[in-house]
């Protein structure tokens, strides 16, 4: 069974602070994807990463992907109170197989 | 442009009764997923359709669970008898390419089902 591991399960900070949430398996993802849930609604996609060591950038969230395509991580420079919700990681580990969630990482950011 | 629509949005149903969900997918895309999502569990992939077909039915989680899509344009997930473990919100997603997943899901948002 394929597994993503997200950490921390819950995190709670104050407005302007820096904080990074993880994603980690131990197969290889050939993608990964990160989707944020607010209160009340479905997942939306964030960011698709695909090579290994990619970084990508979103305002003032950044998306790693690592060397080995096992791991993930997202890190929020200067949250504000609307980046709060929950932050999932999907991995694909192959062509033909559908999406794997992790359970997510649930912030809230205080004014 | 709508999105990706769901019916009801909340449900409460006694133990035992039929419960039938209903989603309306985006139009033109060719692959759909039926999701529940739950504290313990977090988001389980229940079933997908690529092309109205059946693909991957693995995560329905008894023979209680039923998924059709009859058409492009509509597809339920019915539980019937429906217990009390069932509760969970249920979201329905489609995507575009018909790859299983690869390419974003647009999620709807989501059935609240509690089963008393």
């Known amino acids: 069974t394929q597994l993503l591991e997200q950490s921390p399960q819950f995190l709670s900070i104050q407005e302007g602070e820096n904080l990074t949430v993880y994603c980690n398996s131990s197969?290889?993802?050939?993608?990964l994807q990160w989707y944020r849930q607010e209160p009340g609604e479905g997942p939306v996609l964030l960011v698709t990463?695909?090579?290994?060591?990619e970084v990508k950038k979103l305002k003032r969230l950044t998306f790693q992907f690592g060397d080995a395509r096992k791991d993930s991580s997202l890190h929020i420079t200067a949250a504000q109170p609307g980046d709060t919700g929950l932050y999932l990681c999907?991995?694909?580990?192959?062509?033909?197989?559908?999406?794997?969630f992790g359970k997510g990482t649930r912030l809230s950011v205080i004014a | 442009d709508a999105g990706v629509i769901q019916s009801p949005r909340h449900e409460v149903t006694e133990m035992g009764q039929e419960v039938t969900l209903r989603c309306k997918p985006i139009?033109?895309?060719?692959?759909l997923f039926w999701y529940r999502q739950t504290m313990m569990r977090g988001l389980e992939l229940l079933i997908y359709?690529?092309?109205?077909?059946?693909?991957?039915d693995s995560g329905m989680p008894e023979d209680r669970f039923s998924a059709k899509m009859p058409n492009a344009s509509f597809s339920t997930l019915k539980i019937q008898p429906s217990e009390p473990r069932d509760s969970a919100v249920y979201f329905c997603?489609?995507?575009?390419?018909?790859?299983?997943?690869?390419?974003?899901?647009?999620f709807g948002p989501g059935t609240r089902l509690l089963v008393l």
């Open positions: 197969s290889v993802f050939s993608s």
């Open positions: 997603a489609s995507s575009p390419l018909g790859r299983g997943g690869f390419e974003t899901q647009y």
């Open positions: 990463v695909v090579t290994g060591g």
């Open positions: 999907a991995g694909l580990f192959s062509g033909n197989t559908p999406l794997v």
């Open positions: 139009s033109g895309h060719n692959s």
């Open positions: 359709f690529n092309n109205n077909v059946p693909i991957d």
